[in-house]
């Protein structure tokens, strides 16, 4: 599956799980079971609760996902 055919959706971490993985509730309301991608594991970013993130997810199967990027909370 190509890059491209990847849906890429916003939301935020409500539980992190073992074996780097978390459950995020999308803005839509949906809630999936993602796992931090490649360069957040390579870069050693750390994600808490309450983080926004973009997920990609697969169109095949919409209830697990990839964390892609974590926002920068400022304030």
């Given at each position: 599956?190509?890059k ?10 409500i ?6 993985k ?11 079971e ?9 870069n050693?970013?750390?994600v ?6 973009k ?21």
């Open positions: 599956m190509a491209s055919d990847c849906l890429t959706m916003e939301g935020s971490v539980e992190l799980m073992r074996n780097s978390c459950k995020v509730q999308l803005t839509n309301g949906h809630i999936i993602a796992y931090f991608g490649g360069r957040l594991q390579k050693n970013i750390k808490f609760v309450g983080d926004s993130v997920v990609e997810i697969s169109p095949y199967d919409l209830t697990k996902g990839r964390v892609v990027w974590r926002e920068i909370n400022r304030g």
